[in-house]
């Protein structure tokens, strides 16, 4: 391991650990929902992490529009692939929390249905990265994932139209929160957007890897 | 200050001639489309039969004759004519693969949004045709009769189906390069329309109940078509001339 990422790893593990410390014995237990909210510690924390390693992709995409550098659309597949890895634990996290508490696994509200959409877009994102042919496929993976980017919007507004379930945020809406269970909340936040972004770097590099080996291949070959 | 009038007048000039020649090649297109598929009615063809035979398997799932079918018939009209577009627009690239059209298409100095507008304005009339000889059959088999305004059907009709065909023939071209081309389409096709099938479901549902004002969905389809046809527009030559 290089000591860059060794690094990395010896900053996320630790900070993990002391997250995963502070949701489940520091916090205290919340008054209604018990020890089930505690989930919340670990659900939103990925939920911005998935977001924004989606918003990376975005960018990472334009990016590769503009400049056709290998780098960006590696970026963009790494950022896709452990994007849609946190979405898909926001999407099991959600239910676990929503079956005790509301009393249903799911409901078609904005923020969950917004969530499921985004989701089944970019794994349909990842499907068109593997049919693809050959040199295209960043091309056309970052044309979609700009259709993707104007999608999620609309798709927001027109499920907000019927009606929404999902609790309001709970930071500048009127929840009040237990000083312990913020601090809590933002270390597992900042701890797992670290944990994401370490997961992006590794992903990134072997992508890196494999594109300039491909590269020496076809060199190899043409000589 | 003369020389700024004088070249913007130029500009304006050149412009008026552009957009001449683009509709020219649009509609040079579009005809050569259209006496291709008049000659061979292959999309008309399967899309009819394959609509038919969604609208017969539903009639099996759900009871058609129940008093509140107009519930769900919006949902299974739309369901049925989204499976059917897919079956054109998968077939609206394939005559230009043959003996290499596409490529000559890409060395030609005819702008590729000629081509574009030209594919979409064709899938659309073929989908068009589709729908309107469709729906007197789903007027008979589910027993249909609006409560709300029939015009505002038609508006939803028209938007829905652009905004289904405008998507479609971009993703469309966007599978050709993939392997088993046809499966993709409506891999990537079917996430980003969500929100446009909610919206033609809902209003249409809206408009055969009575129950509810289809405003909102009629403007929320309206918005996404004048954005993903800007989106498709602005982004097709990137598509086109991917290598």
Same mark, same amino acid.
């Given at each position: 391991?290089?000591?860059?990422?060794?690094?990395?790893?010896?900053?996320?593990?630790?900070?993990?650990?002391?997250?995963?410390? /502070?949701?489940?014995? @520091?916090?205290?237990?919340?008054?209604?929902?018990?020890?089930? /909210?505690?989930?919340?510690?670990?659900? @939103?924390?990925?939920?911005?992490?998935?977001?924004?390693?989606?918003?990376?992709?975005?960018?990472?995409?334009?990016?590769?529009?503009?400049? %056709?550098?290998?780098?960006?659309?590696?970026?963009? @597949?790494?950022?896709?692939?452990?994007?849609? @890895?946190?979405?898909?634990?926001?999407?099991?996290?959600?239910?676990?929390?929503?079956?005790?508490?509301?009393?249903?696994?799911?409901?078609?509200?904005? %923020?969950?249905?917004?969530?499921?959409?985004?989701?089944?877009?970019?794994?349909?994102?990842?499907?068109?990265? %593997?049919?693809?042919?050959?040199?295209?496929?960043?091309?056309?993976?970052?044309?979609?994932?700009?259709?993707?980017?104007? =999608?999620?919007?609309?798709?927001?507004?027109?499920?907000? !139209?019927?009606?929404? /379930?999902?609790?309001?945020?709970?930071?500048?809406?009127?929840?009040?929160? =237990?000083? /312990?269970?913020?601090?809590?909340? !933002?270390?597992?936040? !900042?701890?797992?957007?670290?944990?994401?972004?370490?997961?992006?770097?590794?992903?990134?590099?072997?992508?890196?890897?494999?594109?300039?080996?491909?590269?020496?291949?076809?060199?190899?070959?043409?000589? | 200050?003369?020389?700024?009038?004088?070249?913007?007048?130029?500009?304006?000039?050149?412009?008026?001639?552009?957009?001449?020649? &683009? *509709?020219?090649?649009?509609?040079?297109?579009?005809?050569?489309?259209?006496?291709?598929?008049?000659?061979?009615?292959?999309?008309?063809?399967?899309?009819?039969?394959?609509?038919?035979?969604?609208?017969? $398997?539903?009639?099996?799932?759900?009871?058609?004759?129940?008093?509140?079918?107009?519930?769900?018939?919006?949902? $299974?009209?739309?369901?049925?004519?989204?499976?059917?577009?897919?079956?054109?627009?998968?077939?609206?690239?394939?005559?230009?693969?043959?003996?290499?059209? &596409?490529? +000559?298409?890409?060395?030609?100095? +005819?702008? #590729?949004?000629?081509?574009?507008?030209?594919?979409? *304005?064709?899938?659309?009339?073929?989908?068009? $045709?589709?729908?309107?000889?469709?729906?007197?059959?789903?007027?008979?088999?589910?027993?249909?009769?609006?409560?709300? #305004?029939?015009?505002?059907?038609?508006?939803?009709?028209?938007?829905?189906?652009?905004?289904?065909?405008?998507?479609?023939?971009?993703?469309? +071209?966007?599978? *050709?390069?993939?392997?088993?081309?046809?499966?993709?389409? #409506?891999?990537?096709?079917?996430? $980003?329309?969500?929100?446009?099938?909610?919206?033609?479901?809902?209003?249409?549902?809206?408009?055969?109940?009575?129950?509810?004002? #289809?405003?909102?969905?009629?403007?929320?389809?309206?918005?996404?078509?004048?954005?993903?046809?800007?989106?498709?527009?602005?982004?097709?030559?990137?598509?086109?001339?991917?290598?």
């Amino acid at each position: 391991m290089k000591p860059k990422m060794a690094i990395f790893v010896g900053v996320a593990i630790p900070l993990l650990v002391n997250g995963t410390y /502070q949701a489940l014995v @520091v916090a205290p237990t919340e008054q209604t929902m018990g020890d089930v /909210q505690r989930i919340f510690y670990y659900h @939103v924390p990925n939920a911005w992490s998935g977001a924004f390693l989606l918003f990376i992709n975005l960018c990472a995409s334009v990016w590769y529009l503009i400049t %056709r550098n290998a780098a960006a659309d590696a970026l963009a @597949v790494a950022a896709a692939e452990v994007g849609v @890895v946190f979405a898909t634990i926001v999407l099991v996290t959600g239910p676990i929390w929503a079956r005790p508490v509301w009393g249903i696994w799911w409901t078609w509200d904005a %923020r969950l249905t917004s969530t499921l959409v985004l989701w089944l877009i970019y794994v349909s994102y990842l499907i068109l990265r %593997r049919f693809a042919a050959g040199g295209q496929t960043p091309i056309l993976a970052a044309v979609l994932a700009i259709f993707a980017f104007v =999608d999620v919007p609309i798709v927001y507004l027109s499920i907000w !139209f019927f009606r929404t /379930q999902h609790p309001s945020p709970v930071f500048g809406g009127n929840g009040s929160l =237990d000083p /312990q269970m913020k601090t809590a909340f !933002f270390m597992n936040l !900042f701890s797992f957007t670290v944990y994401a972004l370490l997961l992006l770097n590794l992903r990134y590099g072997l992508e890196r890897k494999r594109q300039i080996f491909e590269e020496s291949q076809a060199a190899a070959l043409s000589l | 200050m003369n020389g700024t009038t004088g070249n913007s007048t130029n500009g304006n000039g050149a412009n008026g001639n552009n957009f001449g020649q &683009l *509709l020219n090649l649009v509609r040079a297109s579009l005809v050569k489309d259209l006496r291709l598929e008049w000659r061979s009615k292959d999309a008309i063809n399967s899309m009819l039969f394959f609509a038919l035979l969604v609208v017969v $398997i539903f009639s099996f799932s759900f009871d058609p004759t129940a008093e509140d079918s107009r519930h769900i018939a919006g949902g $299974i009209l739309w369901v049925a004519f989204l499976f059917a577009a897919v079956v054109a627009l998968n077939q609206t690239w394939a005559r230009e693969m043959r003996n290499q059209v &596409l490529d +000559a298409f890409r060395v030609s100095p +005819a702008p #590729p949004l000629a081509l574009f507008l030209s594919k979409v *304005l064709a899938n659309f009339l073929f989908v068009g $045709i589709l729908e309107s000889l469709m729906a007197p059959l789903f007027v008979v088999f589910y027993n249909l009769n609006s409560v709300g #305004p029939v015009y505002q059907l038609l508006i939803t009709g028209v938007l829905g189906t652009w905004a289904l065909v405008v998507n479609g023939t971009f993703f469309a +071209a966007m599978s *050709l390069r993939t392997r088993s081309r046809e499966v993709m389409l #409506p891999l990537i096709l079917f996430p $980003i329309s969500i929100p446009a099938v909610l919206a033609m479901v809902q209003a249409t549902t809206a408009v055969l109940t009575g129950e509810a004002s #289809p405003r909102f969905w009629m403007t929320l389809l309206g918005v996404y078509d004048v954005v993903f046809t800007l989106v498709c527009v602005l982004l097709f030559e990137t598509v086109l001339q991917a290598e």
